[in-house]
């Protein structure tokens, strides 16, 4: 029989398989009779007793077929005739079946496994079907059925006959058969045939040593009984597939007995009572899953295999289904349903057509299902019933991991050291996934790649259903969150990715999710949305192969980087140009609108998780090692990796570098901040969110809004996070790059960080304002964003690195409690300036001196005084700000916290002329004139106190100042009149004072001058000189202008009004006016003014009796700048003149004590005219007279008013 099959091997499964599963109708009635009656005319079969093999079809499909033979007895041999039968017969067939040699072959070939029959009778059968298969009888019945057919078959037309060649040839080209009657003679006699593998003409030759080294069994006949003829068959396939496996110890198959192992395996496809294994193996199986299931076309197959992972499956079943599938990842073709479906499109899209493949790895389902997809990526039609079976497949894949050979040979350690008893329904394959991605330890490469290959393979990306673990762990989420979505469509990927680490996820489906994901992300073609959209785009800009096709110059995971550099980089920033393009014309190169919209989904997505983006996994994995080992929480390993930037190794820093980059460009790329900011987005900016195109703007908003009510704290953290990233590089600020680039790389060249190159451009503004340039080196739109940097950094101390680098151990001694963000940190350091180490002081009044210069930068009274601004200081510059607040923080429509901000800036900027801009200017050649001991004591970035404002101030009472300085200096005495706060020098030295003295107007707080009003009056009772001296200038400054004393001025308005209209305010003339009056009977003063002004003057006496002069320039430019200057003078006159009469008569009289007595009561003369200040003399010569008495009794009568009061 080895010579007996000479027709071509591929044709004899498709053939079998097509006609196997014809229903007999009339017509075979006809073929089955003469078939019958042949057989009954055979001789009386020869040769001991044997094994014989099984006709599943007739028995299932056509039970009554032995009825409807002819009943005839005629002088044939009959098989129920024989002895060695007849009990077997009587007991398990029916008797009508008695007389059909055929039906007998039917019912005792189906018998039960359990049922035994005697082996005389088992070899009888054999050898009787042997010899109908060699019988040149049958060749008559196949001539006289099949004329036509072997007419139009040249290769059967030219078998020679009695040979029994011609039934193998027609069994062979099954296929081609159009002739309905030959066909039913043909499947009646492959079932016959292949019903034993010894019946397979070479079969036994061609697999005898293979048998033999696998103790698959004997092939001597009578050894074995019919069904163990279907376990050598099964041995061989199973050895087959532990050769493919490359298991440890697997025997090496001759190739001519794998092509009859895989030609067996073929021509049961059709229906699954040929693989007698897998029928007696799944009998019960059968019936229990899949009884309404006809048998045909592979139909019983695909049915067992989506029941194989059921609790109720038998394990002798699911291993021979395993095995089956095994082979049909071998050999597509061992599946019926599949070969016939897709035989067209494979013809189609010449799937094989490679002349280069091997013809085994061309017949692999892989190739096929590559081949497939492919076309299906590239837009071809594929016909649903094809479609429909390679998702069986796909999904079948899925399921069962031992079902890819590659998996199973290299994936040997991963799966018993992790994944060892989760064989069913994917869970190994996925245990398989999440060792992949790191969470279990390292993986073997190429285990990794078979994986990779897997998936590709299966390509679940383009169904979720394929991957049977994913769709059972989601389905709750899918029904919630993804109901709007069509079942099946790969949108639904995005959507659970959408929702990843939100309330309707849960923690299985994460899982799933992200396993099968990490493998996406490593290969663009496996998201089939993206691949349709961008197809052309990588094509043209990357130069990508075809969908199943790899590139080592362009692998899967470098043709999304090449994408997604298109979208977001410019040619100067890495974007790869087209082979022979020069930069101009790649200038309008960049991604299609869909596709764009598909690379910003996939960052969006693989910014969830690090391991989701394969550059940043590969060369970030040591680094992640070493600073991020303990960051598990969503996120937080990238955030981890942008904090220890400049720790990374170069490779790892430029990967998260461009992507810092493009988040700042695009920052609904994390996904999760954006959660977390819903509500303020909704609130604040969803215009800007809804209209973004790549501008940056929607962070620029959220650093705006970062103290709205509806920020919450994640949103606040993750903002603030993201500005402390950016100011690592000024590239990961898109609006700040983009507008200042070109003033960066001419002003700033070779500097990086966000923060120093702010400093640069700012300074590079700051000098050419100053030096009143005539054009700005600064471009106008980068001013404009430079502004904006410098108010965000201003917000929190952390953006500022320098200062708060300096400042770190004071804000854990002063502000440990205190929250970053809203200058919180830097109003607690400026409040608790004199407990600062010297480093950080200097920063913060370096900080308050380019604030005070600039209050757009004062992001706390920006913030606190917003609304007032915009209803008093519209009109006014940015510069002009505080002095604008300044003169309306009186007013009634003042925001009560704004008017208190305002006063504290004003106390910072009286403890120090340098925060003062507009005094500094006013006064730049006063200070150096008049108050030079003062600088030359000062250190640098130190405040002086207010100690040069004081200075100012007594110059002002000695009218020594330049106009400008003048008035400034009377604005300065005007406020801090009213409120003691405002004179840093009087606070420094009074505090203790003012708490003894004055605790009630001091907690009152009524900023009308009443704290200074009570050190004056409790002059005598103040101790320290220090202040004694302070409430001295005071009174002193009182006497330059009536507005410095405002208890005076209240008291005397009125008659101020009447009285001194005339007047013009300042250099004493309103308060020489008051004094006038109060000399002049005439003029009757309101009550309240009259004893004010009594008091000043008591308060003067004492004043002038224990102030020192300080030289005889202070008295004599009082004098020369009073309006009785005339009168002094002459006195004066007078007096030196008589004073030389003396001395030239009575020089000795000099050296008498009264000579001493008259100069002291010259010198209090001086000082009381130097304090007067050209007030009223004879006024001058009544505070003289009762200087003593009037002080005390004044002290007196303060007391009792205050006791009044009490009472």
């Given at each position: 029989?080895?010579?007996?099959?000479?027709?071509?091997?591929?044709?004899?499964?498709?053939?079998?398989?097509?006609?196997?599963?014809?229903?007999?109708?009339?017509?075979?009635?006809?073929?089955?009779?003469?078939?019958?009656?042949?057989?009954?005319?055979?001789?009386?079969?020869?040769?001991?007793?044997?094994?014989?093999?099984?006709?599943?079809?007739?028995?299932?499909?056509?039970p009554g077929a032995g009825a409807s033979l002819p009943r005839r007895r005629s002088a044939g041999w009959k098989l129920a005739e024989e002895?060695?039968?007849?009990?077997?017969?009587?007991?398990?067939?029916?008797?009508?079946?008695?007389?059909?040699?055929?039906?007998?072959?039917?019912?005792?070939?189906?018998?039960?496994?359990?049922?035994?029959?005697?082996?005389?009778?088992?070899?009888?059968?054999?050898?009787?079907?042997?010899?109908?298969?060699?019988?040149?009888?049958?060749?008559?019945?196949?001539?006289?059925?099949?004329?036509?057919?072997?007419?139009?078959?040249?290769?059967?037309?030219?078998?020679?006959?009695?040979?029994?060649?011609?039934?193998?040839?027609?069994?062979?080209?099954?296929?081609?058969?159009?002739?309905?009657?030959?066909?039913?003679?043909?499947?009646?006699?492959?079932?016959?045939?292949?019903?034993?593998?010894?019946?397979?003409?070479?079969?036994?030759?061609?697999c005898r040593e293979d048998i033999n080294a696998l103790r698959c069994g004997s092939i001597s006949t009578g050894e074995k009984d019919i069904h163990s003829q279907g376990e050598v068959i099964a041995c061989l396939e199973k050895g087959l597939v532990r050769e493919a496996e490359e298991q440890p110890g697997a025997h090496p198959i001759k190739d001519e007995c794998k092509k009859s192992i895989m030609r067996v395996a073929e021509l049961s496809s059709d229906d699954f009572h040929l693989d007698r294994y897998l029928?007696?193996?799944?009998?019960?199986?059968?019936?229990?899953?899949?009884?309404n299931t006809l048998a045909g076309e592979g139909r019983v197959y695909k049915c067992l295999f989506n029941h194989k992972f059921e609790e109720?499956?038998?394990?002798?079943?699911?291993?021979?289904?395993?095995?089956?599938?095994?082979?049909?990842?071998?050999?597509?073709?061992?599946?019926?349903?599949?070969?016939?479906?897709?035989?067209?499109?494979?013809?189609?899209?010449?799937?094989?057509?490679?002349?280069?493949?091997?013809?085994?790895?061309?017949?692999r389902l892989s190739y096929l299902l590559l081949c497939l997809e492919s076309a299906v990526h590239r837009g071809r039609v594929v016909n649903g019933e094809c479609q429909g079976e390679m998702m069986d497949y796909r999904r079948m894949l899925m399921e069962d991991f031992s079902l890819s050979p590659e998996i199973v040979?290299?994936?040997?350690?991963?799966?018993?050291?992790?994944?060892?008893?989760?064989?069913?329904?994917?869970?190994?394959?996925?245990?398989?996934?999440?060792?992949?991605?790191?969470?279990?330890?390292?993986?073997?490469?190429?285990?990794?790649?078979?994986?990779?290959?897997?998936?590709?393979?299966?390509?679940?990306?383009?169904?979720?259903?394929?991957?049977?673990?994913?769709?059972?762990?989601?389905?709750?989420?899918?029904?919630?969150?993804?109901?709007?979505?069509?079942?099946?469509?790969?949108?639904?990927?995005?959507?659970l990715m959408e929702h990843l680490y939100t309330e309707?996820?849960?923690?299985?489906?994460?899982?799933?999710?992200?396993?099968?994901?990490?493998?996406?992300?490593?290969?663009?073609?496996l998201d089939p949305i993206l691949y349709k959209k961008c197809q052309g785009d990588a094509a043209h800009l990357c130069h990508t192969p075809g969908w199943n096709v790899t590139s080592e110059m362009m692998p899967p995971g470098a043709i999304f980087s090449c994408l997604y550099r298109h979208d977001y980089r410019s040619v100067e920033q890495g974007r790869r140009l087209p082979d022979g393009a020069s930069e101009a014309e790649t200038k309008g190169v960049t991604l299609s609108r869909d596709c764009k919209v598909e690379v910003q989904r996939i960052l969006h997505q693989r910014a969830l998780d690090v391991k989701l983006d394969p550059e940043l996994q590969k060369r970030c994995m040591t680094d992640l090692g070493k600073w991020c080992s303990e960051k598990t929480e969503a996120g937080q390993e990238l955030e981890c990796l942008q904090d220890h930037l400049e720790d990374l190794v170069s490779d790892c820093r430029d990967v998260v570098g461009n992507l810092t980059e493009m988040e700042s460009e695009d920052i609904q790329i994390e996904a999760l901040l954006m959660r977390a900011c819903d509500p303020v987005i909704q609130a604040h900016c969803h215009e800007v969110a809804d209209n973004q195109i790549d501008t940056g703007d929607l962070m620029e908003c959220l650093v705006q809004n970062k103290h709205q009510k509806e920020m919450n704290e994640k949103c606040a953290v993750g903002?603030?996070?993201?500005?402390?990233?950016?100011?690592?590089?000024?590239?990961?600020?898109?609006?700040?790059?983009?507008?200042?680039?070109?003033?960066?790389?001419?002003?700033?060249?070779?500097?990086?960080?966000?923060?120093?190159?702010?400093?640069?451009?700012?300074?590079?503004?700051?000098?050419?304002?100053?030096?009143?340039?005539?054009?700005?080196?600064?471009?106008?739109?980068?001013?404009?964003?430079?502004?904006?940097?410098?108010?965000?950094?201003?917000?929190?101390?952390?953006?500022?690195?320098?200062?708060?680098?300096?400042?770190?151990?004071?804000?854990?001694?002063?502000?440990?409690?205190?929250?970053?963000?809203?200058?919180?940190?830097?109003?607690?350091?400026?409040?608790?300036?004199?407990?600062?180490?010297?480093?950080?002081?200097?920063?913060?009044?370096?900080?308050?001196?380019?604030?005070?210069?600039?209050?757009?930068?004062?992001?706390?009274?920006?913030?606190?005084?917003?609304?007032?601004?915009?209803?008093?200081?519209?009109?006014?510059?940015?510069?002009?700000?505080?002095p604008c607040l300044k003169q309306n923080k009186n007013s009634e429509l003042m925001d009560p916290k704004c008017k208190q901000m305002i006063t504290k800036r004003q106390i910072t900027q009286n403890t120090d002329y340098r925060l003062n801009p507009v005094l500094r200017k006013a006064c730049k050649a006063d200070i150096p004139k008049f108050c030079q001991p003062i600088l030359n004591k000062a250190t640098v970035d130190s405040e002086l106190e207010g100690q040069v404002i004081s200075c100012l101030k007594l110059k002002y009472a000695d009218q020594r100042l330049s106009p400008d300085c003048e008035d400034q200096i009377r604005v300065i005495l005007q406020e801090s009149a009213l409120d003691y706060r405002l004179d840093p020098q009087l606070q420094l030295h009074c505090t203790v004072e003012i708490s003894v003295l004055c605790p009630e107007e001091a907690v009152a707080q009524e900023l009308t001058g009443q704290v200074q009003e009570c050190l004056k009056v409790n002059l005598l009772k103040i101790k320290q000189e220090g202040c004694k001296k302070e409430v001295l200038n005071m009174l002193k400054e009182s006497k330059a202008d009536i507005f410095v004393d405002p208890v005076l001025h209240t008291a005397c308005a009125l008659d101020i009004k009447h009285q001194c209209a005339a007047i013009p305010p300042g250099k004493g003339r309103q308060?020489?006016?008051?004094?006038?009056?109060?000399?002049?009977?005439?003029?009757?003063?309101?009550?309240?003014?009259?004893?004010?002004?009594?008091?000043?003057?008591?308060?003067?006496?004492?004043?002038?009796?224990?102030?020192?002069?300080?030289?005889?320039?202070?008295?004599?430019?009082?004098?020369?700048?009073?309006?009785?200057?005339?009168?002094?003078?002459?006195?004066?006159?007078?007096?030196?003149?008589?004073?030389?009469?003396?001395?030239?008569?009575?020089?000795?009289?000099?050296?008498?004590?009264?000579?001493?007595?008259?100069?002291?009561?010259?010198?209090?003369?001086?000082?009381?005219?130097?304090?007067?200040?050209?007030?009223?003399?004879?006024?001058?010569?009544?505070?003289?007279?009762?200087?003593?008495?009037?002080?005390?009794?004044?002290?007196?009568?303060?007391?009792?008013?205050?006791?009044?009061?009490?009472?």
């Open positions: 029989m080895a010579d007996c099959i000479r027709v071509p091997l591929p044709l004899l499964l498709l053939l079998m398989c097509i006609l196997s599963s014809l229903q007999p109708i009339e017509g075979d009635i006809n073929v089955v009779a003469k078939l019958a009656a042949k057989s009954d005319n055979l001789p009386n079969p020869a040769g001991g007793p044997g094994p014989a093999a099984v006709n599943p079809v007739a028995a299932e499909r056509n002895a060695v039968c007849r009990e077997d017969l009587t007991r398990l067939c029916p008797k009508h079946s008695w007389n059909n040699n055929l039906a007998v072959l039917e019912c005792l070939q189906d018998r039960k496994e359990e049922t035994e029959i005697a082996a005389e009778c088992n070899h009888l059968l054999w050898n009787y079907k042997l010899n109908l298969t060699t019988d040149p009888k049958f060749e008559s019945v196949a001539v006289e059925v099949c004329k036509n057919t072997i007419s139009e078959i040249k290769e059967c037309a030219a078998e020679e006959l009695g040979k029994g060649y011609l039934v193998s040839c027609l069994v062979d080209h099954r296929g081609n058969i159009s002739d309905y009657q030959c066909n039913q003679y043909i499947t009646k006699m492959t079932t016959i045939v292949f019903s034993d593998y010894r019946l397979i003409c070479g079969f036994m030759d061609k029928y007696f193996a799944c009998r019960e199986d059968r019936e229990r899953f899949c009884e109720a499956m038998n394990e002798r079943c699911r291993e021979a289904l395993t095995t089956r599938q095994k082979l049909i990842a071998q050999d597509y073709k061992v599946s019926y349903s599949l070969a016939k479906a897709c035989k067209s499109d494979l013809r189609k899209y010449r799937c094989s057509a490679d002349s280069n493949m091997p013809r085994a790895r061309e017949a040979l290299h994936c040997r350690s991963e799966i018993e050291g992790h994944c060892s008893g989760l064989h069913r329904k994917g869970r190994t394959l996925h245990c398989l996934m999440r060792v992949g991605r790191g969470d279990m330890g390292a993986i073997d490469p190429n285990c990794q790649k078979a994986l990779q290959t897997l998936i590709q393979e299966a390509d679940p990306g383009a169904d979720y259903r394929i991957d049977r673990a994913l769709n059972e762990a989601c389905e709750s989420v899918i029904q919630t969150a993804c109901k709007h979505i069509r079942n099946g469509d790969p949108m639904i990927l995005s959507c309707k996820m849960v923690e299985d489906c994460e899982h799933r999710l992200l396993e099968l994901q990490y493998f996406i992300a490593r290969d663009w073609k903002v603030t996070n993201f500005q402390l990233i950016q100011i690592k590089d000024f590239r990961f600020s898109y609006k700040f790059k983009t507008a200042c680039k070109e003033d960066v790389l001419k002003l700033c060249p070779n500097i990086k960080k966000k923060v120093d190159v702010v400093i640069c451009l700012s300074t590079t503004v700051r000098n050419d304002t100053l030096q009143e340039a005539k054009e700005q080196r600064v471009s106008v739109k980068c001013r404009k964003q430079l502004r904006v940097e410098e108010v965000e950094m201003s917000e929190d101390i952390r953006l500022q690195p320098e200062l708060y680098d300096s400042c770190k151990q004071d804000i854990t001694r002063l502000c440990q409690n205190i929250a970053f963000g809203n200058t919180q940190v830097i109003e607690c350091l400026k409040e608790n300036k004199f407990q600062m180490t010297q480093r950080c002081h200097q920063r913060i009044f370096k900080l308050q001196e380019m604030e005070m210069v600039d209050p757009e930068l004062d992001y706390q009274l920006m913030r606190v005084c917003k609304h007032m601004i915009r209803r008093f200081c519209t009109e006014s510059e940015g510069k002009n700000v505080l308060m020489s006016c008051l004094m006038e009056a109060l000399q002049d009977k005439r003029v009757r003063l309101q009550p309240e003014c009259k004893k004010r002004l009594q008091d000043r003057i008591d308060m003067w006496s004492y004043a002038a009796k224990v102030a020192p002069v300080e030289g005889f320039s202070d008295p004599a430019m009082q004098v020369m700048t009073s309006p009785s200057k005339n009168y002094i003078l002459t006195v004066i006159g007078v007096g030196v003149a008589v004073l030389l009469l003396m001395g030239l008569h009575a020089a000795e009289a000099l050296r008498r004590p009264a000579g001493v007595g008259h100069q002291s009561v010259l010198g209090e003369r001086r000082a009381l005219l130097g304090l007067a200040h050209g007030e009223d003399a004879e006024a001058l010569q009544v505070g003289v007279k009762e200087k003593d008495s009037s002080l005390s009794h004044l002290q007196t009568r303060d007391s009792e008013q205050k006791h009044g009061s009490a009472v």
